[in-house]
């Protein structure tokens, strides 16, 4: 069965700093994998995604994730954040259907 | 245009009342879904319809009940309401690709109240 593990499930970083959300997953094959934010009170947002090929992929507002087979994870990243990035991340697993992490809460502190 | 859009936002009810949300996607693809989201944010598969068919039904109570008039409409009609329904329910859309579920483009939610 397929499933994803979010380790953390609240981060505070200051604005400014970098910041790597961990996300692992459990598939049977090459897995698609994205990352998704969920800002307070709105839906989930596709930040980025990996199908095959390049396994450093770049997402929207300065995101960027990387997909190692070997640790079969799949990590955010961003070299800067800023106060706006705060939400909810979710990482998820394509599959037969998406299944999702529990999710990491970002706190952004100014 | 909104890509992906249920209503209503909100429902406030009692408990033992039958209410519906309906979702609406104009995006072209053929498989939509219904997760429930729980007050501690995780997200939950409940049902995915592939061209009106029923292809996922997760462990869910029969109350809830889905509904595909066309590729394009996924309803959810939930009988008997109860106090642990309360929890926001997205709607979403995505295409299969390479027999895998691809990218899911999400409503912005129903915020269910069950009192």
């Known amino acids: 069965a397929q499933s994803v593990t979010q380790p953390d499930i609240h981060i505070t970083v200051s604005e400014g700093a970098s910041l790597e959300l961990r996300c692992n997953y459990s598939y049977g094959a090459t897995p698609y994998l994205f990352w998704y934010v969920q800002s307070p009170g709105q839906g989930l947002q596709l930040l980025l995604k990996y199908f095959s090929g390049d396994t450093l992929v770049q997402g929207i507002k300065g995101f960027e994730a990387e997909f190692k087979r070997s640790q079969s994870s799949f990590n955010l990243r961003k070299p800067s954040v800023h106060w706006s990035d705060a939400a909810e991340y979710f990482c998820?697993?394509?599959?037969?259907?998406?299944?999702f992490g529990d999710g990491t809460t970002l706190t952004v502190k100014p | 245009d909104t890509a992906v859009s249920q209503t209503p936002k909100y429902l406030v009810t009692q408990m033992g009342n039958d209410k519906s949300i309906k979702c609406e996607q104009n995006l072209g693809h053929d498989t939509m879904y219904w997760y429930k989201q729980d007050s501690k944010k995780f997200l939950k598969i409940m049902f995915s319809?592939?061209?009106?068919?029923?292809?996922i039904n997760e462990t869910v109570p029969n109350r809830f009940s889905p509904k595909s008039p066309d590729k394009a409409h996924l309803n959810l009609h939930i009988n008997s309401l109860e106090l642990g329904d309360s929890a926001v329910y997205f709607c979403a859309s995505s295409q299969r690709t390479g027999g895998q579920t691809g990218e899911l483009f999400f409503g912005e939610g129903s915020r269910l109240t069950v009192l």
């Open positions: 998820a697993v394509g599959g037969g259907k998406s299944t």
């Open positions: 319809y592939n061209n009106k068919e029923l292809i």
